[in-house]
């Protein structure tokens, strides 16, 4: 994909968040590489939907350095991030069922005719065709489908592939598969894998530990706002992650020290 | 290149595989792009876009259908009833009357679009015309200073009632209820007369109001509109096929534009039938044409359907209709289009209140109020525009108004006695409450 395959495309380092008198984060590292699926995950308020939103803007951080592409950035909003290539499938996916798929890909980003202003609906339904073609999804009909007629999966499955459309660097997926069934979870990870192999760094956020062996390269478990553990998926095994969700350590890995402050 | 298969490339590679069970019964007759990428299916043929249609319908979408059955329903019924009711003059006369409710009603499918309502468009409307009648009465301003004035006064309000919803965030049917009741009393200081009211001496707005084209111009007005519709769809099929998209069918087009050519040439040529008598006809004076309340309403159309449709504003007052959340994250600007549909409803509603001035000869305290603005919305989900956002045309809004001036047209004359007016109202209620019945029950045929 990339001659700097070994530089990791976002990379945090002690990030801090706190909500008041509630730290939600204290001291996060963590980071995501180019055609690398990378897990994040951890119990519930652990941090990981804080530290989404830190990552996609939504929230600003307190503390800490935000890397991307080796360079410091500072993200102020949704819309530095997804100038930076930073796309976010959240999980209520956020489509709007009275638009078809192509109007669903391109909203708020529509080609225009130049010359006339006016839509360029053979140009975008050419690029959404293009996209689904390129992650080989083979499970819609037609692109002027309405949303509110596809099923979980083809939801889910369009949700994605919109961020195939943009020069995305990033993506992020917010439980792709928490709703969905075997063959469809299946189908979802198969278009992770893919958007992965596409050369970008996917960030998937699930609970579900048999997707996230199958699925990634590596593992990020954050445990009560620290990131206990970052390692290769293939160094790891079910029991041990189990661990470092609940423990925050499984032996060698992880918080040595839980009570210890992270400096 | 013309006809089915298009592309050159018959449907044999629709990826069906997984797809909707739906779907498959038609793979034969429906063309998808080649190289196994997955663009919008066409139906290929007359015969299987009729089946795709019924599909449809069948799904919930039901659109203007309802509206278009009603309209024809309610025609045989009061056609047979009533004598008169078929006659040119007749005819005349209902597209005349549908007209202030019609433009009123086409400004609220913005509104509407955004599950919102505006109560106040009826007074507000009427209000901004006596505010025009002023112009023109009291101050002697020209006409089109009058008209711009009152649709700019419609603008202003819309734009405060915009304001107070989406900024301030009072929901709709509260902030119009208390415009509906305050521009009561705004509309009679405007006013400001003993008589309650404002003679327009001036014949300008009746004439734009009651005027009609020539013969001629009605016919070209008609082959113009049909060949820019049809230039319109050829383009866009070129530009389609220039990017190897399905296209339609040429005989799915030449259905369209014949049908065109037929009801729009069977409404001409009603409007065209003299109704002048047969002495003035040979003194030279007639009474017939196309009346030009009739092609203010199409220009409309035509603008603001394009806006709505082609632009990037109207996929955004769509993707806020449907899902405000999905619009926020997608960087749309949620708020500024909240406030503008109001804008355009109450703009629209200023110029219905003029046509309402036209075909009244003057403004009175009163105007607009009643039930002015429900028969707007009621013209507007009779079309097929739904009251919960996220779908409407504004084609609906002429389509549901035209149902309502016949209905009410019809049955005026029907209805005969002391309690006529009493069942004229509950009909119309009921009809409002039909329109909505089915709005709902397609809505949840749908999901």
Partial sequence: ?263 | MSGSGSDGMPGDNTPAEGGTPTGDALADHEAAHPAGIVTARIPQSLRATMHSYVRHLRSGETGSVPAVVGAIVLMVIFGVAQSNFLTSSNLVAITEQAAPTTLMAMGLVFVLLLGEIDLSAGVVGSTAAAFGAVLSVKHGLSWPVVILGSAAFGAVVGLLLGWLRARIGIPSFVVTLSAFIAFQGVQILVINSKSNGIQISDQTLHNLYFGRLTPIAGWIVLVACVAVYALVKLIQAAARRRQKLATEPVSVLGLRLAAMLVFGGLFVYVMNIDQAASWQQREGIHQRGVPWSSVYILGLLVVLSFGLTKTRYGRHVFAVGGNEEAARRAGIRVLTIRTSVFVICSGMAAISGLALAGQLGGVSTGDGSGNTLLLAVAAAVIGGTSLMGGRGRVVDAILGGVVLAILQNGISDLLQGNNAAAYQLIIEGAVLLLAAAVDSLSRRART
């Fill in chain 1, 1 to 263: 994909m990339s001659d700097d395959h070994d530089l990791p495309v976002l990379r945090l380092r002690g990030i801090t968040k706190s909500f008041g008198p509630v730290d939600v984060l204290k001291g996060v590292d963590f980071e995501a590489r180019r055609g690398h699926v990378t897990a994040l995950v951890g119990d519930n308020g652990a941090g990981k939907s804080t530290l989404v939103k830190c990552i996609g803007g939504t929230y600003s951080i307190d503390g800490g350095e935000y890397l991307f592409e080796g360079n410091p950035v500072t993200v102020k909003g949704p819309r530095d991030a997804s100038a930076l290539g930073i796309e976010i499938v959240y999980q209520d996916l956020a489509l709007c069922d009275n638009l078809d798929i192509v109007q669903n890909m391109f909203l708020g980003r529509e080609s225009l005719i130049s010359r006339t202003r006016t839509l360029d609906e053979p140009d975008m339904e050419s690029q959404a065709g293009q996209a689904l073609a390129s992650l080989s999804v083979r499970t819609v009909s037609s692109v002027r489908q309405k949303v509110s007629s596809l099923s979980g999966g083809q939801r889910q499955t369009v949700a994605i592939a919109k961020t195939a459309l943009w020069n995305s660097k990033v993506v992020i997926l917010d439980e792709p598969t928490a709703a969905l069934g075997v063959a469809q979870t299946a189908q979802v990870l198969d278009l992770v894998r893919r958007l992965a192999e596409q050369g970008r760094a996917v960030i998937l956020i699930s609970h579900n530990m048999l997707d996230v062996l199958q699925v990634s390269d590596s593992i990020a478990t954050l445990y009560l706002g620290r990131m206990a553990a970052q390692v290769k998926t293939t160094d790891v095994n079910q029991t041990q992650i189990v661990e470092l969700i609940t423990t925050g350590r499984s032996g060698s890995l992880g918080l040595q020290s839980t009570n210890g402050a992270v400096s």
